[in-house]
């Protein structure tokens, strides 16, 4: 995502809390923001934060054709999909704590991450790309991906540029394999192609043995992130899944042929013209698989 200044965030969600909340919910936020911002007062910004809902109630909105415009237009990579009031009035007060002071900023939201509940962290996480000084934040991100809370999890996974763009390798193949582990929806995860690496492919292809071992199913997307890394070790399990996998196993496979240079693979494909032609015609994607494995 590239670097937006905070300030327009601030008002660009203000402008969808004032539309969306009630006329006595936003003037109770622009009188508490104004009430710790001017006086630094963390107790006033942590009880905030704490009682938003019951003043915004925990509603989803929809964004209309501008705003999502102007967000696309702003801020590429960042979403507000899933969204309820709630949380992005939390997200807005996050973004109006002064930062001026480095180690207030960072001990004061840090002490919200220790004490948050499920909504709140959620809130929180959603925020990591937002929030200053974001080099100091990599190591509350890797926790967030060691949580068992599955909305906490969604709002690391699914549209937030923050774990790609910060989380060193191997926590970012925990939070791969987290997705994978959990269900989460694997083709949401922001850099997923750019970040693929052969350790996560490996681990893949152990983890895709280990639920054939036990007789269950692997999610098709998994193949997506083997298809860089093609070679003695994962090329028989693609071509195990190429030729007895379902339709959809076959098809993701064969997404994966298409898009390397590996020539065995390349042959595989060849041989099967109809598939590639729905590949070559655009007919055929990992959004597609993607659908098709959550339905």
Request: hydrophobic residues 40%.
């Amino acid at each position: 995502m590239p670097v937006v200044n905070p300030d327009w965030f601030i008002q660009y969600f203000q402008n969808i809390i004032q539309r969306t909340a009630s006329p006595a919910a936003f003037e109770w936020l622009l009188e508490k923001a104004n009430q710790f911002v001017n006086d630094k007062g963390t107790s006033i910004f942590y009880s905030t934060f704490t009682t938003v809902p019951r003043q915004t109630g925990k509603l989803p909105f929809t964004l209309t054709e501008a705003e999502i415009s102007e967000l696309s237009n702003n801020a590429e990579g960042f979403s507000l999909n899933g969204y309820t009031i709630d949380r992005l009035v939390r997200v807005w007060i996050l973004l109006k704590w002064p930062s001026e002071n480095k180690d207030a900023y960072l001990k004061t939201i840090s002490q919200l991450f220790k004490a948050a509940e499920m909504n709140e962290l959620v809130a929180l996480y959603s925020a990591l790309p937002l929030l200053q000084y974001p080099e100091d934040w990599v190591k509350q991100c890797a926790e967030g991906v060691r949580s068992n809370i599955g909305t906490v999890l969604e709002a690391l996974i699914c549209n937030n540029p923050y774990p790609s763009k910060y989380l060193e390798e191997a926590a970012w193949n925990q939070l791969v394999m987290k997705a994978f582990f959990t269900d989460k929806p694997v083709n949401q995860i922001i850099g997923l192609d750019e970040r693929a690496n052969k350790a996560l492919a490996y681990t893949l292809s152990d983890y895709a043995h280990e639920r054939w071992a036990a007789g269950r199913s692997v999610d098709p997307q998994l193949w997506r992130l083997v298809g860089k890394f093609i070679d003695e070790r994962t090329f028989p399990d693609l071509k195990r899944v190429f030729f007895n996998g379902d339709v959809i196993e076959k098809q993701a496979v064969a997404l994966t042929f298409y898009n390397t240079d590996n020539i065995p693979a390349q042959v595989l494909l060849a041989s099967e013209p109809a598939l590639k032609l729905t590949i070559e015609n655009g007919q055929l994607t990992w959004d597609k698989i993607a659908g098709a494995s959550f339905t």
